[in-house]
């Protein structure tokens, strides 16, 4: 199932003239096509001029915001997915998540948030996901690089920011490009750095005026091969659901989920 999820944590204005407050909030209800989400929100937000620890004062702003995900490789999720390594990831990401066998191995999914906003907002990004029992995942930031192949066609491959040969480097830091999805933060709360490291994607990412209207991210997520014997996954439908989210720094939160 495919939810659509917008919190909004509300921004505390004072005014001169009210001693109360309000909390707005506009959830934009989107369209599900196959397997692509989309959802948008309307953030109130602070240009701040000044703070205190507990306070953001300034003018008040609206904007709109959307974010969308979809599946970029055509691995039927139905069938399973065979475990892999994390030193297989560079090369997975090359062959769009089929092995040399022909085996699938991992799906790789477009996330692209959007604003309609003249002002620059920071924002920080977050994959979660839900497995099945004793089913472990791995995700990994990949890029798009168009080639050439020997037929003289152009295809789109993915890269990662590592290669095979830097999981035999002692001063390759692994947590830092391979991410478990693992939340430690409470649910009824938003994800942090803190806490949630190994769900952290992006980290102060720019949107907005002149950083762009839009930015797309791509990741990839496989199924963890722990050394241990897994053929109980053979077969294994949906072995993960995941959720994507976005926070501003002001707070906002926008997130969607994904299969």
Same mark, same amino acid.
């Given at each position: 199932?495919?939810?659509?999820?917008?919190? #909004?944590?509300?921004?505390?204005?004072?005014?001169?003239?009210?001693?109360?407050?309000?909390?707005?909030?506009?959830?934009?209800?989107?369209?599900?096509?196959?397997?692509?989400?989309?959802?948008? &929100?309307?953030?109130?937000?602070?240009? &701040?001029?000044?703070?205190? &620890?507990?306070?953001?004062?300034?003018?008040?702003?609206?904007?709109?915001?959307?974010?969308?995900?979809?599946?970029?490789?055509?691995?039927?999720?139905?069938?399973?997915?065979?475990?892999?390594?994390?030193?297989?990831?560079?090369?997975?990401?090359?062959?769009?998540?089929?092995?040399?066998?022909?085996?699938?191995?991992?799906?790789?999914?477009?996330?692209?948030?959007?604003?309609?906003?003249?002002?620059?907002?920071?924002?920080?990004?977050?994959?979660?996901?839900?497995?099945?029992?004793?089913?472990?995942?791995?995700?990994?930031?990949?890029?798009?690089?168009?080639?050439?192949?020997?037929?003289?066609?152009?295809?789109?491959?993915?890269?990662?920011?590592?290669?095979?040969?830097?999981?035999?480097?002692?001063?390759?830091?692994?947590?830092?490009?391979?991410?478990?999805?693992?939340?430690?933060?409470?649910?009824?709360?938003?994800?942090?750095?803190?806490?949630?490291? #190994?769900?952290?994607?992006?980290?102060?990412?720019?949107?907005?005026?002149?950083?762009?209207?839009?930015?797309?991210?791509?990741?990839?997520?496989?199924?963890?091969?722990?050394?241990?014997?897994?053929?109980?996954?053979?077969?294994?439908?949906?072995?993960?659901?995941?959720?994507?989210?976005?926070?501003? &720094?002001?707070?906002?939160?926008?997130?969607?989920?994904?299969?």
């Amino acid at each position: 199932m495919i939810e659509y999820i917008h919190k #909004n944590k509300g921004d505390i204005l004072k005014k001169k003239e009210k001693d109360n407050s309000k909390k707005m909030f506009y959830v934009f209800i989107g369209c599900m096509i196959l397997s692509v989400i989309i959802i948008g &929100a309307t953030f109130a937000y602070f240009m &701040a001029n000044s703070q205190d &620890a507990n306070t953001v004062k300034g003018g008040t702003y609206t904007t709109n915001f959307s974010l969308s995900v979809s599946r970029v490789t055509t691995v039927d999720m139905a069938y399973g997915l065979v475990p892999m390594k994390n030193s297989e990831a560079p090369h997975a990401a090359e062959q769009l998540c089929y092995d040399d066998y022909g085996n699938a191995g991992c799906q790789i999914y477009k996330i692209t948030i959007s604003t309609e906003s003249e002002d620059i907002f920071f924002v920080d990004g977050y994959v979660t996901t839900n497995t099945k029992e004793g089913v472990e995942t791995r995700f990994s930031r990949v890029y798009p690089e168009e080639i050439t192949t020997p037929e003289e066609e152009t295809k789109t491959i993915f890269r990662t920011d590592y290669t095979e040969d830097d999981f035999s480097d002692p001063e390759f830091n692994e947590p830092e490009f391979i991410k478990t999805g693992v939340r430690v933060s409470p649910e009824d709360s938003s994800p942090n750095r803190d806490d949630d490291y #190994n769900c952290l994607f992006v980290q102060d990412e720019s949107i907005g005026g002149t950083s762009g209207s839009s930015k797309e991210i791509y990741v990839m997520i496989w199924v963890y091969d722990d050394g241990t014997n897994q053929d109980f996954m053979q077969g294994m439908e949906l072995a993960y659901t995941g959720t994507v989210t976005f926070i501003t &720094a002001q707070g906002n939160e926008i997130k969607a989920t994904f299969s």
